[in-house]
């Protein structure tokens, strides 16, 4: 709920930063219903300092929103930058909780004889290891019942991972107060939890103890099933998380998904299936760019930063060192969306099904190495996606989103013929001296963010190509770079937002040319 909520109010800033048609009279009005719709949902075991700190800053964004008098576009500026910097501190908050050793921190808890007790004794000496773990981070009460009034019941629950640890609960208790308190005594969240009694699994969550016939020296299983951002769940499938891949289904668990009728297999487009693709086919030509905004790029020093951070002049590092970059495209929000655009996770990179990456020896569409998914049903998890057009022509990339190293290509990259001449080996920039390649391939005017739908279907002349005289594929580069990368150590204090070190080694820079 905490990350929707912030991820809402960054796409909402994005949106007010890009927008074209400054009409300040429905575009706050669209933000007043969507941020207050969000604020307003229901919350369970959430952190309620940090929900307080939410709502207090959206609701001082909200009645500034709502000032009759001042509808400007400095004040929605302002606005807007204030709350982004109010709710900075929570979003470095949720990132330095790290749930990987919650077994850790609940195996610390030890023997709790009574529920009352794993409140005010066990609890205490759990909390340092469970917040420095991000285990314990919410703030509700354990359900307490008084054994006075019901006999108790002692639980011994154990995990995967041979911790175990003896409880005590009323049979009264639902199965989600026993979530909670196991939650409270360094477990994983109540919606990462699944318990197992004797052979069979949980039942409703509303079910007292007692009707699922626990009783007193019973074991019980308690298993960690993550909540997947992209299922909204227990996630379905590793691999293509309940999409499917069409053809002979997907590898890991088998589901075919099903084929798009008219076009007898992938979708061509959600409107003209393909046929009126170069007649002038509006949604043909509106697809969004290419990475989100959460990828990240590394800069010359090794520092990483966002792409949606990224401005014109910041460096880059790419296969042959590092490049400026001339332009950045973003979706333009007053344009219509075709939200049917599939995406892919690369190792965390989120991008386009259909923008090339680097695969072993070779150049592969990404959808061709995991199963993707209709844009419309991540858009929780990637809101905003951008594409750059760098100085030179070295035209590739190095992008990373948590795993390992991804090598992708910008705009104005001939990648051979499978992908041809088409629209994406055009430029809207160009070099600053006389250049060849640029005088064949610049376009004034060119937006890739709004391209004629017969312009991106186009086929384009062979034009020269700026040589490099290393010698060195960028094949070899690229298996280079990844076997020498080593993963960004993000910092654990609340600066996380803050640049992180990577260390790496990549091939000279070329110095024969110097673009």
């Known amino acids: 709920m905490v990350s929707r909520i912030i991820k809402v109010i960054e796409d909402?800033?994005?949106?007010e930063e890009h927008r074209t048609v400054k009409d300040n009279y429905e575009f706050p009005r669209q933000v007043r219903m969507r941020l207050g719709r969000e604020v307003k949902k229901p919350t369970e075991h959430e952190d309620e300092q940090l929900m307080e700190v939410l709502r207090s800053a959206t609701k001082k964004f909200l009645?500034?929103?709502?000032?009759?008098?001042?509808?400007?576009?400095?004040t929605l500026k302002a606005l807007f930058a204030e709350l982004v910097k109010d709710v900075q501190p929570v979003k470095s908050a949720i990132l330095n909780k790290d749930p990987s050793e919650w077994s850790k921190a609940f195996s610390a808890?030890?023997?709790?004889?009574?529920?009352?007790?794993?409140?005010?004794?066990?609890?205490p000496e759990a909390a340092p290891e469970a917040a420095a773990s991000g285990a314990g981070y919410a703030a509700e009460p354990v359900p307490t019942v008084s054994a006075a009034t019901e006999d108790m019941l002692t639980i011994n629950v154990q995990t995967m991972g041979g911790n175990s640890l003896f409880i005590s609960c009323a049979p009264s208790q639902t199965l989600a107060d026993l979530k909670l308190q196991l939650f409270k005594c360094g477990g994983p969240k109540p919606r990462d939890q699944k318990v197992v009694m004797g052979t069979s699994s949980e039942g409703s969550e509303h079910d007292s103890l007692a009707a699922l016939g626990l009783k007193s020296g019973d074991d019980i299983m308690l298993l960690c099933t993550p909540y997947c951002e992209c299922c909204l769940g227990a996630c379905k499938c590793i691999d293509c998380h309940g999409e499917g891949r069409y053809g002979d289904?997907?590898?890991?668990?088998?589901?075919?998904?099903?084929?798009?009728?008219?076009?007898?297999?992938?979708?061509?487009?959600?409107?003209?299936?393909?046929?009126?693709?170069?007649?002038?086919?509006?949604?043909?030509?509106?697809?969004?760019?290419?990475?989100?905004?959460?990828?990240?790029v590394f800069q010359p020093d090794g520092c990483t930063k966002k792409i949606r951070d990224c401005q014109v002049g910041d460096m880059v590092r790419t296969l042959?060192?590092?490049?400026?970059?001339?332009?950045?495209?973003?979706?333009?929000?007053?344009?219509?969306?075709?939200?049917?655009?599939?995406?892919?996770?690369?190792?965390?990179?989120?991008?386009?099904?259909?923008?090339?990456?680097?695969?072993?020896?070779?150049?592969?569409?990404?959808?061709?190495?995991?199963?993707s998914a209709p844009w419309i049903k991540r858009q929780h998890i990637v809101p905003d996606m951008f594409n750059f057009e760098l100085e030179g022509h070295d035209d590739t990339i190095l992008l990373w989103g948590g795993g390992g190293l991804v090598v992708s290509c910008t705009i104005g990259k001939y990648l051979?013929?499978?992908?041809?001449?088409?629209?994406?080996?055009?430029?809207?920039?160009?070099?600053?001296?006389?250049?060849?390649?640029?005088?064949?391939?610049?376009?004034?005017?060119l937006a890739?963010?709004?391209?004629?739908?017969?312009?991106?279907?186009?086929?384009?002349?062979?034009?020269?190509?700026?040589?490099?005289?290393?010698?060195?594929?960028?094949?070899?580069?690229?298996?280079?770079?990844?076997?020498?990368?080593?993963?960004?150590?993000l910092t654990t204090s609340c600066a996380r937002e803050a640049q992180a070190m990577t260390v790496f080694t990549l091939a000279p820079v070329c110095v024969t040319c110097s673009q």
């Open 416 to 445: 051979g013929p499978r992908f041809g001449n088409g629209i994406c080996t055009r430029r809207s920039t160009r070099c600053q001296h006389s250049c060849a390649q640029c005088d064949a391939v610049y376009m004034e005017g």
């Open 12 to 15: 909402l800033n994005y949106m």
């Open 448 to 489: 890739h963010n709004n391209i004629d739908s017969e312009l991106r279907w186009a086929r384009f002349p062979d034009f020269p190509q700026v040589e490099w005289s290393d010698g060195i594929s960028e094949f070899e580069l690229a298996a280079t770079a990844s076997q020498n990368f080593v993963a960004p150590k």
């Open 109 to 123: 808890t030890g023997a709790i004889p009574q529920a009352a007790a794993s409140e005010s004794e066990a609890a």
């Open 320 to 371: 042959r060192g590092s490049k400026r970059i001339a332009r950045i495209w973003g979706r333009d929000p007053s344009l219509p969306q075709n939200v049917d655009t599939e995406v892919v996770c690369l190792d965390g990179v989120w991008i386009t099904s259909h923008h090339p990456v680097i695969d072993g020896d070779r150049w592969r569409f990404p959808t061709e190495i995991k199963a």
């Open 249 to 296: 289904g997907c590898a890991t668990c088998g589901y075919v998904r099903p084929p798009c009728q008219a076009c007898k297999g992938e979708c061509k487009c959600p409107d003209c299936h393909g046929k009126n693709a170069r007649r002038g086919c509006p949604t043909c030509g509106i697809r969004p760019p290419c990475w989100g905004g959460d990828t990240f």
């Open 63 to 74: 009645e500034g929103l709502n000032n009759p008098n001042d509808r400007s576009d400095a």
